[in-house]
C-alpha cells in the first residue's frame, strides 16, 4: 500500500514529531515569511497616508530686539516666543519658564514698562519696543529699590519664582496698585510663590510703594 499511496509531503518537510501541531506551527511560519514583507509594505503606505500634515513654518529671519537698553540682532523663527528668546538665544535665564502656560508670573518682564508674561508673547511682537528683564533693573552696582526691599524683608526661598515676582512689584507700584495690603495682594495674585513668602513679598511691595508715595 506504501507504494501505491505515496506520501503527499516529503520526508524532509514532515514535522518532527509527526503531530498537526507541529504542522501547523511549521506551514504557519513559511506563510508568515512569504506574506511579512508585502503587509509590511501596504502597512507602511498607510502609514504614510494617515500622517498628520507637518504644520508649514516659515524660515528663520533678521529681528532685532532692544534687550536692557541694548540693540540685540537675533535670527528667529516666527514662532519663538520671547521667554525663548532671552533664554535661549541671549543667555538671559534670570527670566524664569515655570509654567510655560501664563499662570504662574515666573517669567515676567517689562515691554515699553507694561508687565507681560513672556512665555506668551511671540519675540516678534516686542519689535520696536523696550525690554526689561530682572537683568537690567539695576543700575550697575547699584540695586533696584525693590531688589533691596525683597533682600532686606527676605521675600523668596527657593528663588525661582522671585525675578518674576520683583519685576511684576516694580510695575504694581508704578501703576499706583499698590496702595493697600489688599490691592497690592490682588494686583500681584498673577504671580504665585510655591514656598508660601507671600508676607515677605507683600511687606518689600507695600514698603517701596510707601517710599515712592
Not at 501664563?102 to 508687565?115: F, L
Not at 495690603?181 to 498673577?190: I, K, T
Request: hydrophobic share 35%.
Amino acid at each position: 500500500m506504501s507504494d501505491l499511496f505515496p506520501d503527499a509531503q516529503p520526508e524532509a518537510s514532515r514535522p518532527a514529531d509527526g503531530s498537526r501541531r507541529s504542522f501547523m506551527q511549521q506551514a504557519g511560519g513559511i506563510l508568515g515569511f512569504a506574506l511579512a514583507s508585502p503587509i509590511a509594505s501596504q502597512a507602511e503606505n498607510l502609514a504614510e497616508k494617515l500622517a498628520p500634515v507637518d504644520p508649514v513654518v516659515s524660515g528663520a529671519s533678521p529681528l532685532q530686539l532692544s534687550i536692557n537698553g541694548q540693540v540685540k540682532n537675533l535670527t528667529l523663527e516666527p514662532r519663538v516666543t520671547l521667554l525663548d528668546a532671552l533664554r535661549e538665544y541671549m543667555d538671559l535665564t534670570g527670566t524664569k519658564k515655570g509654567c510655560d502656560h501664563g499662570q504662574c508670573g515666573a517669567c515676567t518682564v517689562h515691554v515699553d514698562g507694561q508687565r507681560i508674561n513672556s512665555c506668551l508673547t511671540l519675540a516678534v511682537m516686542a519689535k520696536g519696543k523696550e525690554i526689561t528683564t530682572i537683568e537690567g533693573l539695576a543700575k550697575g552696582d547699584a540695586l533696584h529699590p525693590m531688589q533691596e526691599a525683597f533682600l532686606k524683608h527676605d521675600g523668596f526661598q527657593c528663588g525661582y519664582c522671585t525675578p518674576g515676582q520683583i519685576m511684576s512689584g516694580v510695575a504694581c507700584v508704578k501703576e499706583g496698585h499698590a496702595t493697600t495690603d489688599d490691592q497690592a495682594r490682588e494686583w500681584m495674585s498673577g504671580n504665585l510663590c510655591r514656598c508660601g513668602a507671600y508676607p515677605n513679598i507683600l511687606a518689600a511691595v507695600r514698603e517701596v510703594a510707601g517710599h515712592q508715595g
